[in-house]
Each structure stands twice: as structure tokens, then as C-alpha cells.
């Protein structure tokens, strides 16, 4: 069975950083897996953050662009987001995803952004 297990959510003041990780666990090739950070605010629709295939470059929603960096370790089996400048439109649940015709989702991580 596999699992995905997020850490490093929580409150930040505007401006600040945050480092969200996902590690896989259970029988399944990491490598062979797009990678995939979503985030759903309260009252909206999920949304595409960033993500990354093994070997590949990285993409970005607008919103996060150069602020947002999406990476992963294929031998820890982990996905991670490094987050800056943290705006308080970012608040949301993050939920880390692996797509191989087949998807597996984290359990989500609150992040709260607020003065």
C-alpha cells in the first residue's frame, strides 16, 4: 500500500518561508512518477502549484513563480516545496501528489499565512 506523508506546514508572518515535504512509503518507483504540489483555499477549487518530473524541469503557476521552489529526492523517495515570501493569499492546503496513471495524495498540510 502506498502512502504519502506531508510535514512542515504551518503559520508564518507575511514575508516569511516555509518547506513542505511529502515521503513516499510502500511499493511503488518514485522516479517513475510526475511529482505534483496542489493547494485549496478554503471556498475554491484545487489548484496546480508546481511540478516536477524525475530528470525534468520544473513548472510553476503564476501566482508563485519566483517565490515557490518544487524539488524532489528520488533515492529518499521524497517530494519537497520551498516556499518565500509567503503572501497571505498562499493560505491553503497543500496536498503533495504522484500521477502514473494512477494517483496517490497526501493527507494535506495546512499553510497560514497572517499578520
Known amino acids: 500500500q502506498v502512502q504519502l506523508v506531508e510535514s512542515g506546514g504551518g503559520l508564518v508572518h507575511p514575508g516569511g518561508s516555509l518547506r513542505l515535504s511529502c515521503a513516499a512509503s510502500g511499493s511503488i518507483t518514485f522516479n517513475a512518477y510526475t511529482t505534483r504540489w496542489y493547494r485549496q483555499a478554503p471556498g475554491k477549487q484545487r489548484e496546480l502549484v508546481a511540478g516536477i518530473i524525475s530528470g525534468g524541469s520544473a513548472t510553476y503557476a503564476d501566482s508563485v513563480k519566483g517565490r515557490f521552489t518544487i524539488s524532489r529526492d528520488n533515492a529518499k523517495r521524497t517530494l519537497y516545496l520551498q516556499m518565500n515570501n509567503l503572501k497571505p493569499e498562499d493560505t491553503a492546503v497543500y496536498f503533495c501528489?504522484?500521477?502514473?496513471?494512477?494517483?496517490?495524495w497526501g493527507q494535506g498540510s495546512q499553510v497560514t499565512v497572517s499578520s
Open positions: 501528489n504522484l500521477y502514473n496513471y494512477v494517483d496517490y
